[in-house]
């Protein structure tokens, strides 16, 4: 054998030889390997030390030892701004093939990325497989990445990033691969329907993603977003193993992001996380325009780990046909026509309507839209701070509530024409705040539904002092909004009753 690695049958023989425990200049007991279709990644004491196959798959090459030593600082650098302690640098591996040493003097042989070990069953894919993963970890997860998403710098609108061209290229080539994989074969027809279904979204999609190039919406993104690259370590969310061999794939639209996230959960059979991720996403990033895009690339999402199955399937991987087939038919699912429907709540404040608006989410996937949210995202404000302004003043004015409610319209049209049913989350008390929403559920073809949430006015102020005092709810209303809501109130009534729903927040 050359000492040079530069087949897989070499890498294979290498990465053997690397399960002595004395290979390792740190405390090693075993060493047990864990290969992917792109690299090998052995499991030694406290750490772990990944290797890159030597291939080249097209969408990526990882050819030449030179290559590898770029692409491992690449996978230090871009993953240490979500999992900074876990990438700790790459190392070379010298020595002989047949006596490897990590991280040892002399000719290098390969090179590697040394992390730091976690759990491997805090992996979310196999809590969630075990029934262990807890809701809170999911919506954890979508706050770290809409915080990332929003500290992460932007492409420019003349680069090479995020254009039609860029965003179709990936898609076309993952049909391409595809159609010539023995693996996918036996599911031509179901790959030609999606191929002409991606063109078409293409044709259609063309101005919306040039105006979220110009939106700053396409960013250096992680990449590979699905559950098997995120752990729920004590309490917290590790992201990790993000795209470093193509920055085209890496320099995309935050919305395929999470669309990889969305689609993993409803491969996995986890609707209601799916939904309580995207809620929480959407909620603090206030992208609700990304939802134009998210069919699209949950498609795209899904034929890519499709690809990724035929990859698996001609390495012989168990079970990896099935997950081509899987893949392929939630991709189609994901074609069919939406039917969405508006709901929006009418109540006086602490009556409810959040907690039945969150019940919407939960079991049905609609979008929420909270005007305590929104509100405080339009002056800035996070939606847990507190703004200080008393009863029609500061962002509580006449003009800050239309600018809410405006808000709040636009953003309910967007998700609406994007197939996905919205329910409104605000007082509603005025009839001429009710009206525009019934006229664009009139105006999209979609049922409307009027939410009437009614309690007590005892229960109501006492929610109302338990909720200020502890401090942690978006709405800033005391017993003072309260009488003024009392005051004004209008009623569902007339042409509007036949919408109406009543639910009664004390059963």
């Given at each position: 054998m050359s000492d040079s690695i530069d087949t897989l049958e070499q890498h294979r023989a290498l990465t053997a030889a690397l399960r002595d425990p004395a290979c390792y200049p740190w405390p090693v007991d075993e060493v047990r390997a864990v290969e992917t279709h792109i690299s090998t990644v052995l499991l030694a004491g406290d750490f772990a030390v990944k290797i890159k196959k030597p291939l080249d798959l097209?969408?990526?090459?990882?050819?030449?030892?030179?290559?590898?030593?770029?692409?491992?600082?690449?996978?230090?650098?871009?993953?240490?701004?979500?999992a900074p302690r876990i990438y700790l640098r790459r190392v070379a591996v010298t020595g002989t093939p047949d006596a490897p040493r990590v991280d040892g003097d002399g000719p290098v042989l390969e090179h590697a990325v040394l992390m730091r070990r976690f759990p491997e069953d805090e992996l979310m894919n196999r809590l969630l497989d075990q029934g262990r993963l807890p809701g809170a970890a999911v919506e954890r997860l979508a706050e770290r990445v809409a915080a990332f998403h929003a500290e992460i710098p932007a492409a420019p609108v003349d680069g090479a990033y995020g254009t039609p061209e860029a965003v179709a290229a990936p898609a076309r080539e993952n049909f391409r691969q595809l159609a010539a994989s023995a693996a996918a074969r036996p599911l031509g027809d179901e790959l030609a329907r999606l191929a002409r279904w991606t063109e078409d979204e293409l044709r259609r999609l063309n101005p919306v993603f040039r105006r979220r190039l110009a939106e700053g919406a396409v960013r250096e993104c992680h990449g590979d977003l699905h559950l098997g690259n995120v752990a729920w370590h004590d309490g917290e969310v590790i992201v990790f193993d993000g795209i470093e061999f193509d920055p085209g794939l890496r320099w995309i639209d935050?919305?395929?992001?999470?669309?990889?996230?969305?689609?993993?959960?409803?491969?996995?059979?986890?609707?209601?996380?799916?939904?309580?991720?995207?809620?929480?996403?959407?909620?603090?990033?206030?992208?609700?325009?990304?939802?134009?895009?998210?069919?699209?690339?949950?498609?795209?999402?899904?034929?890519v780990r499709a690809k990724v199955n035929a990859f698996e399937?001609?390495?012989?991987?168990?079970?990896?046909?099935?997950?081509?087939?899987?893949?392929?038919?939630?991709?189609?699912?994901y074609t069919r026509p939406a039917e969405p429907e508006l709901v929006i709540t009418h109540g006086l404040s602490a009556s409810g309507k959040s907690t039945h608006a969150r019940r919407l989410v939960e079991a049905r996937g609609f979008?929420?839209?909270?005007?305590?949210?929104?509100?405080?995202?339009?002056?800035?404000?996070?939606?847990?701070?507190?703004?200080?302004?008393?009863?029609?003043?500061?962002?509580?004015?006449?003009?800050?509530?239309?600018?809410?409610y405006a808000r709040l319209l636009e953003s309910a049209r967007t998700a609406l024409e994007a197939g996905f049913s919205v329910v409104v989350?605000?007082?509603?008390?005025?009839?001429?705040?009710?009206?525009?929403?019934?006229?664009?559920?009139?105006?999209?073809?979609?049922?409307?539904?009027?939410?009437?949430?009614?309690?007590?006015?005892?229960?109501?102020?006492?929610?109302?002092?338990?909720?200020?005092?502890?401090?942690?709810?978006?709405?800033?209303?005391?017993?003072?909004?309260?009488?003024?809501?009392?005051?004004?109130?209008?009623?569902?009534?007339?042409?509007?009753?036949?919408?109406?729903?009543?639910?009664?927040?004390?059963?």
């Open positions: 097209g969408f990526l090459d990882f050819t030449g030892l030179d290559r590898r030593r770029f692409f491992c600082d690449e996978e230090v650098r871009l993953n240490g701004r979500l935050t919305a395929s992001e999470i669309a990889f996230t969305v689609m993993d959960l409803d491969f996995r059979g986890a609707a209601p996380l799916r939904h309580r991720f995207l809620d929480r996403y959407l909620e603090r990033s206030g992208d609700f325009g990304g939802l134009s895009l998210l069919r699209f690339y949950a498609v795209y999402r899904a034929v399937a001609e390495q012989g991987r168990a079970g990896a046909a099935d997950a081509l087939a899987g893949h392929l038919r939630l991709a189609l699912d979008v929420r839209l909270r005007s305590d949210v929104e509100r405080k995202r339009l002056f800035g404000l996070d939606s847990r701070g507190r703004s200080g302004s008393g009863l029609d003043s500061g962002i509580y004015t006449a003009d800050a509530t239309d600018r809410t989350d605000a007082t509603f008390l005025e009839s001429a705040r009710r009206r525009p929403f019934r006229e664009l559920a009139e105006a999209v073809g979609c049922p409307f539904r009027i939410l009437h949430v009614r309690a007590p006015e005892e229960v109501l102020r006492e929610r109302l002092r338990r909720r200020l005092a502890a401090g942690r709810d978006p709405s800033e209303a005391d017993e003072t909004v309260l009488d003024a809501q009392l005051a004004k109130v209008e009623p569902p009534v007339g042409d509007e009753a036949v919408f109406v729903e009543t639910v009664d927040a004390d059963r």
